[in-house]
């Protein structure tokens, strides 16, 4: 990998990923002289993501099978990596291997951190490969977008300042889901800022094209609003009442209602009409034309059923004390 500009800290990046296939060639190829030092951590693939990495000039970790998989265990293995050397970078950024990172981005992210020590961590905008591919990856499309300027998190797409990652002991690799909220909040309660940047970063591939993908990828994100909130009671409220109340409460109460009271159902029916429209509202509000916004607002509503399951799931795990095992969707 080539070197940056000489009054630039050094760079370094982790990518991570399992069974990426041309996605992960497609995410190294873009990463070529953009970085100093490149690390691609495996999670166990078997379609030859690792020897493709090698061949592409990335150092490799394959992470072993004793311990259970998750994104977050993956990017300490690669922080641990890339630190180890005696040319360690200043600065390390993570990319999932289902993206590509956008040319001349890691410069300007350089630039931000380096220019303001408060700052901890700086990402910038996500993109969609294929939006118009299906209803789910448009979904993830209008997910990415979001305004730039301090924020309380972000994806798992981010440039770190590595003395504020080992400041705050990297990332909690039994978090499954929604791990980059976690790792962030940490970061900011430990003092140290966060900045989304007003430019493109890295364009993804949900590659979602199929109910029962959304449906797994729904579950995950109850696990992950679930598991956050367990450890940070301050994180992901108004996600978790909402999941619960619409997902969990009505549901019953709707039954009930139906075999005994049929007034409180219609009440209850009326409340998630109510709240549709104000998701539909919402989502006009933020850049959506209205037809699509409708479509959107439908899977938005159906997805607290899964998120239910993946809360459910969180619980009876932790009851058990059984492994926090991820939930993959492709």
Known sequence: MS????????????VIGRNEGQRLVNCLTSMEGEVDLLIYVDSGSTDGSLSAAERLGAET???????????ARARNAGFEKIMARPDAP???QFVDGDCTLEAGYLTHAAEALAADASLGLVTGWRAEIQPEASIYNEMCHFEWHRPAGEILACGGDM???ASAFEDIGGFNPEVIAAEDDEFCTRLRKAGHRLMRLPIPMTHHDANMTTFSQWWSRATRTGHGFEQVNDLHADYFVR???RMWVFGGVLPLLAIFGAVLFWPLFAL???????SYLRTVRGLVKGGLVRNRAEKHAVYLFLSKFPNIIGAARYRKRKRLGSAMEIIEYK
């Open 159 to 161: 440039m770190v300042r």
């Open 3 to 14: 070197a940056l500009l000489p009054s630039l800290p050094r760079i370094g990046a982790v």
């Open 61 to 71: 970790v394959l992470l072993s099978r004793d311990v259970p998989f998750t994104a």
């Open 268 to 274: 209850i029916v009326a409340l998630y009409a109510v």
């Open 239 to 241: 996600e978790r009442r």
């Open 90 to 92: 200043e600065f390390v």
